[in-house]
């Protein structure tokens, strides 16, 4: 049995179980933080640092996704410096690649539109990149547009974690880096996608989109990976 601890987060006394995250315990108290990166159901991966907190007596934030909880923790999530890092966070995103919802196939189901308005992104500090990556719509049914993807690497971890297939993965670093399929190779020649579309599901932008969908229709179901992953380990 795991061990109970206590801690505060944003001067609320919590007990929590000592192997959660700090996110794990603050969507069960109801305390809202931001993510991007993070999905239900897969391994957190702490890239997108969307998900930071402050911690009383560590002196950097913590991505509150991947960091576990201790006894007597301090945790603040929502701060004046909290909210311009975060919003810095977005303003960077949306400068590294073209995020022109107009021409989206995925505005109005998007996360990253979503964090915009909610964390209140009017404009970008930032000089935009303008980047012109190669589309890949080789698959049948799925196009992946590396220009709207935000290396959150939800695609990859449904697909290695849930599918088993493991077609997607990092080539790159920083800003040049990119979702492969197999050793980089189009996606249509795939010889390990299954084509189940749970990369679809998973993607929070328009950079993993279903063929023949309108723009707005591109709706998202990622809840179904979350349920996967817990009946196979009630299984274990
Ligand atoms: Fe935690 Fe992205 S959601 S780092």
């Known amino acids: 049995m795991n061990e109970q601890l206590r801690l505060t987060i944003d001067d609320r006394e919590i007990t929590a179980q000592a192997n959660q995250t700090i996110l794990e315990v603050a969507r069960e108290n109801e305390i809202p933080i931001p993510t991007l ?86 404009h970008v500090n930032y000089p935009y990149r303008f980047p012109s990556y190669d589309v890949d719509a080789s698959h049948e049914r799925f196009v992946y547009d590396p220009n709207r993807c935000v290396m959150c690497t939800r695609c990859a971890r449904a697909c290695g974690e849930v599918e088993g297939a493991h077609t997607w993965d990092v080539m790159g670093r920083g800003v040049h880096s990119f979702m492969i399929t197999d050793l980089n190779q189009a996606w249509g020649d795939s010889s390990t996608c299954t084509s189940c579309g749970k990369c679809v599901q998973a993607c929070p932008t328009g950079a993993l989109a279903e063929k023949g969908r309108s723009t707005g229709e591109m709706k998202r179901s990622a809840g179904f990976l979350s349920k996967l992953s817990s009946m196979r380990n009630c299984g274990r």
């Open 37 to 122: 990166c993070f999905l239900e159901g897969l391994s957190g991966a702490g890239s997108c640092r969307l998900c930071l907190v402050e911690v009383r007596g560590v002196p950097r934030f913590l991505s509150s996704c991947v960091t576990r909880v201790s006894e007597g923790m301090n945790v603040t999530t929502d701060s004046p410096k909290l909210a311009s890092y975060r919003r810095m966070i977005l303003e960077l995103l949306l400068a590294e690649r073209n995020h022109i919802c107009a021409f989206c196939v995925s505005s109005g189901n998007c996360e990253l539109q979503d964090l915009a308005q909610e964390l209140g992104v009017t």
